[in-house]
């Protein structure tokens, strides 16, 4: 959250030259409150361990937020029961007339396949440019990232020699961006895919900023520059056993696997996973809820 403070307190300058969100008293005064309306399209096939981490980055912040999950209505999916989705999820019909402060797209297992080719690809063109007049900002993770780049921009995705599976060090480009405010120099990400979005063709576009990226996994984090789309391409919501789940699903198919790179202690898959990138998880979410979102959403979203 902001610190308040007077308007002519002579700490501000220093503060905000340390990229410290400082708020006026005049614009304090000036703010009204409600709950975050936040949107979050489901694609992956274990939605309850996705939506579970998800909402539990959401939470930690001192926003209050509300979510819809919605998952699609042209792919049914196979691996949650079907009185989970009629419980709590929506499809776009149900919700194509409301308006929310935030859309999450999350990533998808179809990343070998050719956008075109995913049975919901339509629809998820459909959801993407119905949020241009009606969500606030985007966050688009992973696959969803790489779908979001291809839609708006037109930049594809190549695939990998292998998968790229692990945690790794990014560095951070533009720390005065403020969805990196906080962060270290150099963090730690889970990435879990078999394809990749090329830096050169990302700089190429006026419109697209890169935040961070890795030397070993690539580009992480990019914006447009009007904050309306963030593109991670990682999956910095992961849980300490999430890569080891999948991992293990692997080795039991007889897929060609390697061990998860700077995941498990020792590198022993027998041995406990370590968590390394929890911190900056949630200090993604928390600064695009309070600074792409919060801080610039109007507050009557009937304004959007």
């Not at 936040?38 to 579970?52: D, F, G, H, S, Y």
């Not at 070998?112 to 440019?129: A, H």
């Not at 560095?171 to 050169?200: C, K, M, N, Q, Y």
Request: net charge negative; glycine share 4%.
């Amino acid at each position: 959250m902001p610190v308040k403070v007077q308007d002519n307190l002579p700490a501000i300058e220093t503060l905000k030259h340390e990229n410290i969100f400082v708020m006026s008293e005049q614009r304090a005064v000036s703010q009204d409150i409600r709950p975050l309306k936040i949107l979050l399209l489901n694609l992956m096939p274990t939605k309850i361990v996705t939506e579970t981490q998800i909402v539990r980055l959401l939470s930690n912040t001192a926003l209050q937020v509300e979510v819809d999950l919605m998952t699609t209505a042209t792919y049914e999916a196979k691996t949650v029961a079907q009185e989970h989705l009629l419980a709590f999820y929506k499809t776009f019909d149900e919700i194509k007339d409301k308006k929310y402060d935030g859309l999450i797209i999350t990533g998808a297992p179809v990343e070998m396949m050719e956008f075109e080719d995913v049975d919901y690809w339509q629809e998820l063109c459909d959801i993407m440019k119905w949020a241009k007049k009606n969500v606030f900002s985007t966050m688009h993770i992973c696959w969803g990232a790489q779908a979001g780049l291809y839609y708006n921009y037109g930049i594809k995705k190549y695939p990998l020699p292998k998968k790229m599976f692990g945690v790794f060090e990014h560095d951070v480009i533009d720390a005065s961006d403020d969805l990196v405010r906080g962060f270290d120099e150099v963090f730690f990400a889970p990435h879990s895919r078999h394809t990749e979005v090329h830096e050169d063709e990302i700089k190429k576009i006026d419109d697209l900023k890169i935040l961070s990226t890795s030397k070993d996994a690539g580009v992480f984090i990019v914006v447009s520059k009007d904050g309306k789309n963030v593109f991670v391409t990682g999956h910095a919501e992961y849980d300490r056993d999430t890569l080891k789940s999948e991992y293990v699903r692997d080795v039991d198919k007889g897929l060609p696997i390697e061990i998860p790179r700077n995941y498990f202690i020792d590198n022993d898959p027998q041995k406990l996973p370590q968590i390394r990138w929890r911190a900056h998880a949630n200090l993604l979410i928390g600064n695009w809820l309070n600074y792409y979102v919060y801080q610039q959403t109007p507050y009557d979203l009937n304004e959007l």
